[in-house]
């Protein structure tokens, strides 16, 4: 056995056996004396119970995807616009729903930068690993003389951040540049004439956040510092930095593109392939109309 299996194994036992302790005390017949108490161990035990099934400390929220255009003008957008249009028909057949945030859309219906939430249990613990740099190979539709094109984008995603969730990073002021701006969303014709629209942005990461689909601008600046903590949630967990209550983020490295995680190739061939879990199908047309299940299926393996 190795170290790292030892360590596994070591803290497998400890939730079982803190999970046997509370099951034993909800059998006592005083347990429900201190009901704050109770309801603190219940919830304990819950939490304990998601570890040990590899459920991660958000996985039960809503996810949250940014999706942004990488070179490639209007290709890179009509990419972003068909990973968009991919997305909303998966969350559509598992019955999630989908709620725009932010969009910047172009002339011909594409994306430079799109944010939306997907509303559904455990949301993010299924698509969370869907974060990276996705390729498209085709015949460019927007070239005169057919020539096949690459087209990046980048698909973030994180947690959706709420009210109790909020204390767990604490960002103070002076590291905060808040940017108002004119909303394109709904709101109706006042909307668009005051600065609603917010952008957040935390100066020692650079990592930012936009929101305009509330009505006010003070509501539009809380979704948007919730994202942006979802965000340096996010940073911190692929960093593999331990989480602590009550933490405090002052530096961390600028995000970068980095390498793609999936080929959509359309053109001289078909096939949509993995490259971190090696999963590939041919079948292009039904991945891009929401068919992710053996993707996504094999990324629940990813750490």
Known sequence: MTEDEGKHVSKKEHLEKRIKEIEDAMMRPDFWDDKDKAQREIREMNDLKDALEGVGKYDKKNAVFTIFSGAGGDDAEDFS??????YQKCAAEKNFGIKILHENQNDHGGYRNISFEVEGKNAYGIFKNESGVHRLVRISPFNAKKLRHTSFSLVEVIPKFDIESDSDIVIPDKDLKVEFSRSSGPGGQNANKRETAVRVVH??????????????????????????KAKIYRRIEENRIEEKEGMYVSKTTEAEWGNQIRSYVLHPYKMVKDHRTGVETHDVDAVLNGGLDAFLEAERNIE
């Open 81 to 86: 616009r068909m990973l968009f249009d991919m």
């Open 203 to 228: 100066i020692p990461t650079n990592l930012s956040a936009s929101a305009e689909s509330e009505r006010s601008q003070e509501q539009n600046k809380a979704q948007a510092l919730s994202l942006l």
